[in-house]
């Protein structure tokens, strides 16, 4: 039997056959969401060459975009893509430009 090395170290990624970190999760999450869709596909009554063709498609089309994006972005490619996504494109400044650029004076008061 062959023996596949799942973790290469403490403190590095996990990685198995080249694919690293979340892309691992992706792959195995998208792997057997395709199962359950052939399995509910067949209960269905669905043809049985058509389950079958549904299955080695999506499971090949997902394999195939895993490790585009695996080699795209890298291990923490994803994260970064989602990060700038979450960031606004520009902001509001809704004062007077005179007043952006105006010192203000600090208060004598209180001190806690």
């Known amino acids: 039997m062959a023996e596949y090395p799942v973790n290469k170290g403490i403190g590095r990624p996990v990685e198995f056959k080249g ?4 892309y691992l999760f992706l792959f195995a999450g998208g792997l057997l969401a395709a199962f359950i869709l052939f399995v509910i596909l067949y209960m269905a009554g669905a043809g049985q060459w058509l389950c079958i063709g549904f299955g080695a498609s999506s499971a090949s ?3 195939w975009l ?3 994006l695996n080699a795209k972005y890298g291990e923490h490619g994803l994260m970064k893509l989602g990060a700038a996504r979450m960031r ?4 509001l400044h809704r004062r007077k430009t005179a007043r952006m650029f105006k010192q203000r004076k600090k208060k004598k008061g209180r001190t806690v």
């Open 19 to 22: 694919l690293k970190a979340q």
């Open 61 to 63: 089309a997902l394999v």
């Open 66 to 68: 895993t490790f585009r």
């Open 88 to 91: 606004p494109r520009y902001l």
